[in-house]
């Protein structure tokens, strides 16, 4: 047990997850914090788009705005990388709400348009800060039977950033609601100073006797000696990993000698160790999954969307109707994820989105290209969609926020999740940019795309059938193990 923790602060020898609920709490409402990034274009164009408005935006200024937030999202990753594994999990994250409540700030206070360019260049970089951070801190303090569930309810918070700005925002005007948003932001800086650093984290940097305080903090009890030992050997086989992928090591690398701060290091044992590799190619497929989906595109141009496929509904309602049902699905997902398997919800999952894709393309394929007016079945697709955003959120999008928190090794794991947010940042611009291109401009319609969608779930889909293991109750060494057969 840590010296500088008592036994009398523990109720009973079997503990507590009083911590560990309050560090995924405070992780969630960050993460709503992001939601409320992402949703805030659409509402507050709107009102500065009104003839009183306190600033005018031009369709350029309104383009450059809509853009700024992932341009600060794809160079986030890079400060990141330079963060998590010198000054801790934990303090990337509180690091992250000072960004985040400065954005705010300048937006409660902006008088011309380049402080609101500034302003949400700054919130997307604290995004990507926070997303960055979140999956490696949960991963690594949460109980493995803990570890499923709590690690899915961030996408659930994150809609609800996405529902409050679309429901409650147009309401408040921008101004109150930045008030508010940067209350919170004040309100998690303080929250993320209390909460303990990760045990993995820690035993890293060789602060072994600080690394079991914090074990026996967030496990409320003071006998954590078997799971610190576990925490230990992690970190000590992937040290021995190193030393056998450096040929001119003369002896074994053990967890002290495993220095976080060689990036090049990093560099090469996620390429060349066969369970890196596995775990980068596994959530890379997952990414793309996300990526080519088609979900992103209903939120981002669900008004052309719906009111191009006629729906029954008008495209404003339609829209947010999407988003609620989203966020529902989300804590749906919680019991899926808890019962059943990973590699089981990927498959049913990937099988039944794709199906739902290929329904909604043939429809537009009809309307667009055979001229075949088929407006009077257009409840067929409209009921699709809904069915569509069900399936992929219960099932692929659970089981990806799961599995980013599980699959990377620790000494890897801030390395691997930079590439992987560059990655995804990058191409999410070009996904987003050229959908309405491909649509509108070059006139191929909405088909095209998504039967594009369609064979990229399915082609995913087969391949995390076969390199995806099954992660439910396994530790994270039992993990690495896995991958590494």
Not at 14 to 33: M, N, R
Not at 220 to 245: F, N, Q, Y
Not at 342 to 351: C, D, K
Not at 401 to 419: H, M, N, Q, R, Y
Request: hydrophobic residues 45%; contains cysteine.
């Amino acid at each position: 047990m840590a010296k500088d923790v008592k036994k009398a602060e523990y109720s009973s020898p079997e503990g507590s997850h009083k911590w560990e609920y309050l560090c995924a709490l405070f992780c969630a409402i960050s993460t709503a914090c992001v939601g409320s990034v992402q949703g805030w274009n659409s509402p507050s164009l709107v009102e500065f788009g009104a003839p009183d408005s306190r600033i005018s935006l031009s369709v350029d200024d309104a383009s450059t705005l809509s853009a700024a937030p992932s341009v600060g999202h794809a160079l986030s990753p890079i400060f990141s990388v330079l963060t998590v594994d010198r000054i801790g999990r934990r303090n990337s994250l509180l690091l992250s709400m000072v960004p985040m409540t400065v954005s705010w700030g300048l937006i409660l206070i902006a008088e011309h348009v380049t402080v609101l360019i500034a302003a949400r260049a700054l919130a997307g970089f604290a995004s990507g800060l926070i997303l960055y951070s979140i999956p490696m801190y949960k991963g690594e303090i949460l109980s493995t039977n803990l570890r499923g569930p709590l690690s899915t309810v961030g996408g659930i918070t994150y809609n609800f950033g996405n529902v409050f700005m679309f429901a409650v925002a147009p309401y408040l005007g921008v101004r109150i609601t930045a008030g508010v948003c940067m209350a919170v932001a004040i309100c998690l800086l303080i929250s993320f100073w209390v909460i303990p650093e990760s045990p993995y984290f820690l035993v890293m940097v060789n602060k072994v006797d600080q690394a079991e305080a914090a074990l026996e903090k967030l496990r409320g009890k003071p006998d954590v000696s078997d799971e610190l030992e576990m925490i230990k050997t992690t970190v000590r086989e992937k040290g021995k990993t190193l030393a056998k992928v450096k040929k001119n090591s003369s002896e074994e690398k053990t967890s002290s000698e495993v220095n976080p701060n060689k990036w090049s290091d990093a560099f090469v044992r996620l390429f060349t160790v066969r369970g890196n590799v596995k775990a980068f190619s596994i959530v890379i497929i997952f990414n793309l999954m996300q990526l080519f989906s088609g979900l992103g595109k209903f939120v981002t141009y669900g008004h052309i969307m719906f009111g191009d496929m006629r729906s029954p509904i008008t495209p404003g309602i339609s829209t947010t109707m999407f988003v609620v049902l989203q966020s529902i699905c989300g804590v749906v997902g919680l019991g899926t994820v808890t019962r059943y398997g990973r590699r089981q919800l990927v498959i049913i999952s990937g099988v039944l989105s794709g199906i739902c894709l290929c329904i909604i393309a043939s429809y537009f394929y009809l309307l667009e290209h055979m001229k075949i007016d088929v407006t009077g079945f257009s409840v067929i697709p409209f009921c699709t969609v809904y069915i569509f955003v069900v399936v992929q959120t219960v099932g692929l999008g659970v089981v990806q926020g799961v599995i980013v928190t599980e699959i990377f090794a620790t000494d890897i794991k801030a390395l691997a999740i930079c590439i992987i947010s560059v990655f995804g940042s990058t191409m999410s611009i070009f996904t987003i940019k050229y959908y309405l291109v491909v649509v509108k401009s070059w006139g191929l319609g909405h088909s095209i795309p998504f039967f594009f969608f369609m064979i990229s779930i399915w082609l995913g889909t087969a391949l995390l059938s076969r390199l995806l293991p099954e992660t439910k109750g396994k530790t994270l060494l039992e993990i690495q193990r896995t991958l590494n057969d």
